[in-house]
């Protein structure tokens, strides 16, 4: 327990945090959490005001207002500032709007905490809400109401909202975009910013809000800081709005609706008006009834289903708020053809819940593990616990803030089966989602443009379904075998601060790592198979996937049992072969890997299970196809670097020869020359590592004939080396015709690992990242979807940059991205040695930075080991590196590897062109070279000319050369013209309509003279007098890949 203003916080067991609930004196509801071992700080606002309070005809401004208010306070007029600061100090920030709540979040480097806190509180004391902002923001709340429009979980979301009652804020669409907030509220002669100012002095009440701040001070010092910082917030003494009575009328229910997704699948969601949980948390009937429908135990609705071959998956939950609620059960269908019989079972098994399900024993196996859960809870990332922390502080009384509805109280029969008679066959609606629907549709959804047709449920159907008997083979689950019991911490003799290798065969390698850090009873097993054969060709790669699928289905009833007791599994494909993962309690956990090995090793197919799992292989790979844009240009990217790597088209055509003797055949080779990796750790000795080994050796013998593999027979992972000076783009049309947006995706690849490369990469990435963000986002507003980060592929480390847009095609965005980095060069230069000093000192805190839980320290260790590079003291070198670096270092970097034209520079763009964007896609695929964005430093010479590249010396325009670092000057269509600083952007570029004056292309800044040149399309040839680059297209990749070469990965062989 923890006291704080006379109320207690019940905590887990194996919590040393501090916790104290404050309650400032405008009403501000405050849960305090020092942990002395954080590397950050982090705070969360969650705000009682969400979707549901948006005004009548414009919808969407909670939302909006959520976007806004990061943008600047009186205190802090800078726009970007906020996160600006977080960015540089090694810090993120986010927010989400909800029904009833938004919730706006932050973490930081904990030294800087302190001023973090009073940024963020001023977001709620006094925002601002330039018009110019707001002009630019609006473009990105559009475009991300655009990204939604391919999202069949949000098409479904808002199709079952159309079925509610018109006066219900339930039927509100949520997110808003251009339509409902500014062109509507014109038309009625509403001004969008007095209406954000207004709906915040409304709303934004410090009574209607609870803050949760997590730091490393004690938390004495952290009350000072929260009442210091956030009692200014106005309490506008205002109720938190109640939506009371179900969003639903007699004509929602008795329904059925079908709709068309635009992605190849058969979705069937059964939801039922209930009592919201809230009111009996305690009682633990809404998680009882949903631990029985979900069930995947022999006996349950899922397990009848899977054997009849009509269903793979199941899952159910409720959604609402205080006052309203539904029960939704969540069938993933093999197909659209049997829904009826489906239903029928489904109310079956409703009856057996109803009628013989309330029962004591599995109410007391429930609520025993979820006290394990709760006792034994990780540390999970501070600015996600103080998301969930504040989130609760909402709904729940002060003790349960921690807990939840996690802690049952006794058991209650009458409240369950209350709950469990509610879901009744006269209050269902049932929403079918199926391609099989496309000729009987007769409506459209006006949000998504979902295509849809409702059907009303008669009385006889109604009457079958609760007269029908239940069939024989549905019944409750067993008990569960899986249930630990045994929790203790074990003892360990000596230190090891790494994996160390404590056996090795000719069959198999141990990296053993015991868990005396985090004194949990829990413990992992991570094993690699090596598999020569399981990518040696596209066949190959499909029979592995498919055994995956196919192990996943006869294991599911374990899966059930295991995830209950706390265990969770996974057997999934690997570059090497195949991979598995057990996680969890220690207690059962060894003789749950020794059941999935052997189960593994032995497996037999059953030809009726195949036939439906690769039909459900064959919808995953068909529905890649609708991938949104920016995804598909990196999977592209990751397809032309990968050695051997097969892409969707060619799988798409070998799936349909694939059968059931074609995977009997290939299953054996599949284990045949077969070697194990494995680390194992955590709450286990390395005895009980050593004899799993041992078994797992003994079960793999006579698959590999008792000998030892063929690792001359071993593909070897090879990432392609893009030669120095090179550029190469990819235009290709988007997967999906119907896409409006386009993407583009540059990976600049670096070096391979090494510690002082691989510092100025992370350096650069950190420096550059925000201001990319807030330049090509915020300002020039080119999509939601605007990224740069480092990027992997093995041991090759580079910068990835994506972003997805409706108002650029990919070659505007790629100027675009050029222009930012001529900008950002300047910024460079400027940057002070303090300055430089600060942004190293962020990074080392982040390397520096130590894991929170066990997961976190065994997903680290298997990754170098899964690698082969082994730096165990990765954190240890690289900080080291770090601290030997000067600005001069990484101004170089960044003139060799980044900028245009650099001697070391390797660049690889892929083009993804959305519908309205095909002439472009056409222009694309016709120019042999594109022009890119040009330099003036003319120091470093001509580039290295690429296999088709020619070099050409242009006439430099004219500029009226200055050296005041004032003011900028703008070219366009020849004609030069000064521009004060300040006025940059505003005088020159319009959000989401491109620039204002005639012809001008792109913006550039020239370092040496100070000039700004923005390029118009005639012009762009002329902007280097000393060079132009070009990029070369690739037209075939795989002719492209014979062309290259290729970095050998250190995991060559085991």
């Known amino acids: 327990m923890v006291s704080g203003d006379h109320s207690t916080i019940v905590k887990p067991r194996n919590d040393e945090r501090e916790?104290?609930?404050?309650?400032?004196?405008?009403?501000?509801?405050?849960?305090?959490?020092?942990?002395?071992?954080?590397?950050?700080?982090?705070?969360?606002?969650?705000?009682?005001?969400?979707?549901?309070?948006?005004p009548e005809g414009v919808q969407g401004l909670a939302h909006f207002l959520e976007h806004m208010l990061f943008y600047a306070s009186e205190k802090y007029p800078e726009e970007g500032s906020y996160k600006k600061f977080l960015s540089e100090h090694g810090g993120y920030a986010n927010a989400f709007t909800g029904d009833e709540n938004t919730n706006y979040h932050f973490d930081v480097n904990a030294t800087h905490f302190e001023e973090a806190l009073d940024r963020f509180a001023q977001l709620f004391i006094c925002p601002l809400f330039s018009a110019e902002a707001i002009s630019r923001e609006m473009h990105a709340v559009d475009s991300e109401n655009s990204k939604n429009l391919s999202s069949d979980a949000w098409r479904r979301c808002q199709l079952q909202k159309n079925f509610s009652s018109k006066d219900h804020p339930y039927h509100k669409f949520q997110t808003g975009n251009k339509t409902t907030l500014h062109t509507r509220p014109i038309s009625r002669g509403m001004d969008i910013r007095e209406g954000l100012q207004s709906f915040f002095e409304e709303n934004y009440s410090a009574g209607l809000m609870s803050l949760a701040v997590y730091g490393k001070e004690p938390v004495t010092k952290l009350e000072e800081l929260v009442r210091e910082k956030f009692s200014l917030i106005k309490n506008k003494c205002v109720e938190a709005l109640r939506f009371p009575g179900s969003p639903c009328s007699s004509e929602h229910l008795k329904i059925i609706v079908k709709s068309v997704p635009l992605r190849d699948q058969n979705i069937l969601e059964v939801t039922w008006p209930i009592t919201p949980n809230f009111s009996n948390y305690k009682k633990g009937a809404s998680p009882y009834v949903q631990h029985i429908l979900e069930s995947d135990a022999e006996g349950s609705l899922i397990a009848l289903l899977k054997e009849l071959g009509w269903a793979n998956s199941i899952s159910a939950q409720e959604n609402g708020t205080m006052d309203y609620a539904f029960l939704e059960i969540y069938l993933e269908l093999t197909n659209a053809e049997h829904v009826q019989e489906v239903l029928d079972f489904l109310f079956q098994y409703v009856k057996l819940l109803q009628q013989e399900g309330v029962v004591e024993w599995i109410y007391e196996e429930k609520r025993a593990m979820n006290e394990t859960w709760f006792n034994f809870k990780d540390k999970a990332d501070p600015i996600d616990y103080v998301v969930e922390l504040s989130d609760s502080m909402q709904i729940y009384p002060v003790e349960d803030w921690l807990a939840t509805d996690a802690l049952f109280a006794e058991f209650d029969r009458n409240t369950i089966s209350a709950l469990a008679n509610q879901l009744k066959p006269q209050h269902v609606r049932i929403f079918c989602s199926s391609k099989k629907h496309k000729l009987e549709t007769t409506d459209v959804e006006p949000w998504y443009g979902t295509p849809y047709t409702v059907e009303y449920i008669d009385d006889i159907c109604i009457q079958r379904w609760e007269d029908a008997p239940?069939?024989?083979?549905?019944?409750?689950?067993?008990?569960?075998?899986?249930?630990?019991?045994?929790?203790?911490?074990?003892?360990?003799?000596?230190?090891?601060?790494h994996p160390v290798m404590i056996r090795k065969t000719s069959l198999s390698k141990l990296w053993y790592k015991h868990g005396t850090?985090?004194?949990?009873?829990?413990?992992?097993?991570?094993?690699?198979?090596?598999?020569?054969?399981?990518?040696?060709?596209?066949?190959?790669?499909?029979?592995?996937?498919?055994?995956?699928?196919?192990?996943?289905?006869?294991?599911?009833?374990?899966?059930?049992y295991t995830s209950m007791a706390g265990l969770y599994y996974s057997v999934s494909d690997s570059k090497d072969g195949l991979e598995v993962v057990v996680e969890g309690y220690h207690d059962k956990l060894m003789s749950l890997t020794e059941k999935i090995v052997e189960k593994m090793l032995n497996f037999r197919m059953k030809e009726d299970r195949f036939a439906f799992v690769k039909e459900k292989v064959v919808r995953n790979y068909a529905n890649m196809r609708f991938m949104q844009p920016h995804a598909q240009a990196n999977y592209e990217i990751n397809h032309i670097l990968t050695q051997e790597s097969w892409h969707l088209s060619e799988c798409l055509e070998v799936l349909p020869l694939i059968d059931a003797q074609k995977f009997s055949a290939y299953f054996p080779r599949l284990l045949s020359g077969t070697f194990v990796e494995a680390l194992i750790g955590?709450?286990?000795?390395?005895?009980?590592?050593?004899?799993?080994?041992q078994y797992i050796e003994k079960t793999l013998s006579p698959l590999v004939n008792n000998r030892a593999p063929n690792f001359s027979q071993s593909l070897q992972r090879r990432i392609m080396c893009l030669e120095a000076g090179t550029e190469w783009f990819y235009p290709t049309a988007g997967f999906s015709p119907d896409d409006e947006n386009s993407a583009i995706s540059i990976f600049f690849q670096v070096e391979r690992d090494s510690p002082r490369s691989n510092m100025l990469l992370k350096l650069f990435t950190l420096i550059a990242q925000e201001q990319y963000f807030n330049q090509l986002r915020t300002v020039e507003q080119l999509g939601y979807i605007v990224n740069l980060y480092e990027k992997h592929f093995e041991n090759v480390r580079g910068v990835q940059i994506t972003i997805q847009s409706t108002v650029k095609d990919p070659t505007q965005l790629d100027q675009r991205i050029e222009a930012f980095f001529t900008m950002f060069e300047e910024e460079l230069q400027m940057m002070t040695v303090e300055e430089f000093k600060n942004n190293a000192e962020v990074l080392m805190d982040m390397k520096l930075e130590k894991c929170k839980n066990i997961w976190e320290e065994s997903d680290f260790y298997w990754r170098e080991i899964s690698r082969g590079s082994l730096q165990f003291d990765r954190k240890k070198n690289e900080v080291n590196a770090l601290k030997e670096l000067k600005k001069e270092d990484l101004i170089a970097f960044f003139n060799q590897k980044i900028k245009r034209n650099g001697s070391e520079r390797r660049k690889l763009g892929v083009q993804i062109f959305g519908n309205q964007h095909h002439r472009e896609l056409i222009k694309a695929k016709d120019e042999r070279k594109l022009p890119l964005s040009f330099t003036n430093d003319s120091e470093n010479g001509h580039s290295n000319p690429g296999p088709t590249e020619t070099k050409q010396n242009e006439p430099h325009p004219q500029t009226n050369g200055s050296k005041d670092t004032d003011s900028y000057h703008l070219l366009s269509n020849g004609i030069a013209e000064t521009i004060p600083r300040d006025d940059f952007y505003e005088h020159l570029y319009t959000p989401g309509n491109g620039y204002k004056q005639q012809g001008v292309t792109e913006a550039k800044f020239d370092s040496r003279q100070q000039n700004a040149i923005f390029v118009c399309d005639e012009q762009a040839?002329?902007?280097?007098?000393?060079?132009?680059?070009?990029?070369?297209?690739?037209?075939?990749?795989?002719?492209?890949?014979?062309?290259?070469?290729?970095?050998?990965?250190?995991?060559?062989v085991p």
């Not at 239940?470 to 090891?496: A, C, M, Q, V, Y």
């Not at 020569?532 to 029979?543: D, F, G, R, T």
């Not at 955590?682 to 080994?693: C, K, P, Q, Y």
């Not at 795989?1038 to 990965?1049: D, E, G, L, V």
């Open 517 to 560: 850090n985090f004194k949990t009873p829990k413990a992992y097993v991570y094993l690699s198979f090596h598999c020569p054969e399981s990518n040696k060709s596209v066949e190959a790669e499909i029979l592995t996937y498919i055994f995956t699928w196919l192990f996943a289905d006869e294991m599911t009833e374990y899966a059930y």
């Open 682 to 693: 955590g709450n286990v000795t390395s005895s009980e590592a050593t004899s799993l080994m």
């Open 470 to 497: 239940i069939d024989t083979r549905l019944h409750l689950p067993s008990p569960n075998i899986f249930k630990p019991t045994d929790f203790n911490i074990k003892n360990f003799e000596g230190e090891e601060k």
């Open 1021 to 1052: 040839a002329q902007l280097d007098h000393t060079k132009k680059t070009c990029a070369n297209r690739i037209d075939d990749i795989q002719a492209f890949k014979r062309s290259q070469s290729f970095y050998c990965s250190p995991k060559i």
């Open 19 to 54: 916790y104290k609930r404050v309650l400032l004196s405008n009403g501000l509801q405050v849960l305090l959490v020092s942990d002395p071992e954080t590397d950050k700080g982090a705070a969360a606002m969650d705000v009682h005001v969400g979707s549901f309070n948006d």
